[in-house]
Structure formats: C-alpha cells, structure tokens
C-alpha cells in the first residue's frame, strides 16, 4: 500500500506545516514536508484535502464504550462495535477500560478482551485500564462498593494472569491498607498505577510514587476536594512533576476556567486528554446501562439519577476543539495532549503520537469545525466520511 497525502496543514504535533504533504508506503510514513520538498513517485496515488488539518491518530486512556457497545459486555461483537465507533472519531489507539465486578466475573471480563486485543489486526485496542477494584468506597463514584476487591498482592496477581500482559494502567487509591503493596507489585510487572477514586493525602501519594505511581486518574473527579490546610492529589498532582494527568476536556467533568489553570502548572507534556466514555456516547439521550447501574444521558451528560456524574459521552476530536476554543490552547498543544502523551505513558512514542519519517501511519483528516474526514490506522483506512479516499489523483 503506497499512497501520498497533499495538500493539507500538518500537526506534527510539535509544528505545523502548511501546504504539506505525507507519503505512506505499508504501515510507515516514508516521507513528509512541504509539497515542494515531497517527492512523490509517478504511478502512487494522490488524496488532495484542499487545506484540511492532519493530526497523528488520538490516543484514549480511559474509555469504557461508545456506539451503544461497552468493553465490559459479555461478547467480542460489542468489543468490535466500540472498536469501530471510535475509528470514526479518529482514535487510532486506547485502552479499553473496566470497571470493578465481582472477581470471577472481572477475570472472564479481562481475559475476554486481552483475548481480542491478540487476536485482532489492526486493532485501536492497545490495552486495558483497569479503574479499579482497588479503590476507596467512599471515593467509589459510579463503582458499586460490593463489587469492590480486598487489596492483596495475590488479588492483584490473579487480575495480571487473566491479562496476559494487556493491562497496561490499573486506577488505584494508595491509602487503603494493603494498596501500596499492590501498587509495588504492578508496577514490577510493568503497569501503569494510576492515583483515582480515593482520598489521598500527599504523604499517601509521595509514598505512591516512590513504589511507582506515575498517573492520576480524571484530575479533579473522584478525590477529595482542594483545600488550603489539607493537601491532597489535586496539589500533589499540581507540585510533583512525576505524575501525568488526565483530564476529560468535556466542559462537564471540569470547568474551562480550571483546565486553563491545569495546563498553566502541567504544561503541554504532563496532561493526556482522555473521554471516560460510555456505551450511550454518539447515541441518544435516555436511559442506559453502565456498572450494573441506570444511568441518564441527557444533553451529552451521564449521570446517575441521584445526580452523580457517570462517566461522559466525549469523542477525542471534540476534546482538543474544546482545549483549543474553550481553553485557549494552541493547537500543537492540544493534539500532543491527544496522542503523543498518551503514547508515552504506556511507551508506545517511538512509533505512535507523532507524525515523522519512520513513524506509524496513524492518522486523522480533519475539517475546520474539527470533524473527522477520515482515520487512517497503520496505512489502512479504517474510516472515511462520503469515500472521500476513493478518487486518484494522478501527478
């Protein structure tokens, strides 16, 4: 498969190049720049997008589901539905996250979809985030608290093995008795702990890191509030450079205002945008299932109808629009914090996040409004709005 790319503004995400071009032989960019420094072979097909906006494929840490489908059903086809759903949004990479279940249940859960991530090419499905079972109760938010593990290195074992390697983040509250433990023992196992859903003090959390906590789940949901006199993640993420953070860039989870401030102390390198999305997202509003739970979507908002906030319905394409016209954030900075950051908290940045010779052909066409054109995985076109890569432009 050998194909050119013309005519459209290149995010790198580092620069933009206006007037670029992009050469794509098998899974791999084999050329990039400015269309008068491009050569482009006689004989290999030409896409011209008339000035429209290349990103690197986005890359989601933390999504439950989408197009009516959950991660956490019961069969390999609701896998693929959501797989498919986010191509459409340009996602060319995530974990598909669970969510606590009773143990035998959780282990099936786990092993069906590491199964999938294996045994499926060209997937979007790099992994697996567990948000949970090791979580605080009192932080539980959508989580049900029987469903919740009593922390031990032996529980924590059991969830790897169903894995097979696949989990890459495990969301985790360091104050519970028995965590830190867990935590130690993930991250020997190459595994992401993530501080979330807990009530953690800094000490907790300088603890945490020092035994390999580098991440923190949905910044500002599920911890306890800031305070002057009591400081918890929100300060310990804000202070220590060791942590990452996610942030649903929703205008729902966190207001625009305090996503400023984050990414005025974080900066473009220590914030990945994620969706936590829902099987309701690209559905309409009513009534759906989520963590054995009704849940209400109504005006893009998931919630519990005790009004608790249930996740969201956000696609990774409206999140860097609401970074960059909501918040204010260039534009190179909002798509490094859609895909190149996320690639580098589970080590994929040296083929995946960045648009560069030699890099995977992961790849996102969008318009002006930040619509979705077409998604292109690994050289293959997963996804194109009205076959738009379907006429041949000959040189």
Known sequence: MHYAITNVRIVTPFRIVEHGAIVIDGKSISELGKMEDVSIGQGIPRYDFSGMTVTPGFVDLLVHGGGGAGFSDNNDESIRTASEFFFKHGTTGMLASLFSKPTDQLLETISRLANYAASTAETNIWGIHMEGPFINPEMKGVHKVEYLWKPSVDAWKRLYEAGKGYIKIMTI?????????????????????????????????????????AHVTHMFNAMRPFHHREAGIMVSALLRHELKVELIAD????????????????GNGGIILVTDSLRATGMPDGDYDFMDQRIVVKEKRAYLPNGTLAGSTLTMEKAVKNMVQEVGV???????????????????????????????????IMDDDFEVQATICEGIVKYQKEHIITHELHA
């Open 330 to 364: 260039s534009l190179c900075d909002a798509v490094r914090m859609a895909s190149l950051n996320g690639a580098k908290v589970i080590a994929k940045e040296h083929r995946k996040g960045i648009l560069a010779v030699g890099k995977d052909a992961d790849i996102v």
């Open 251 to 266: 205008t729902i989870h966190v207001n625009p205002q305090v996503m400023k401030l984050l990414f005025n102390i974080k």
């Open 173 to 213: 509250a360091p104050e519970v008795p028995g965590n830190l433990d867990v935590i130690r023992a993930a991250a020997i196992s190459g595994v992401v702990p993530s501080i979330g859903h807990s009530l953690a003090l800094y000490e907790d959390i300088e603890k945490a890191i020092d035994n390999g906590a």
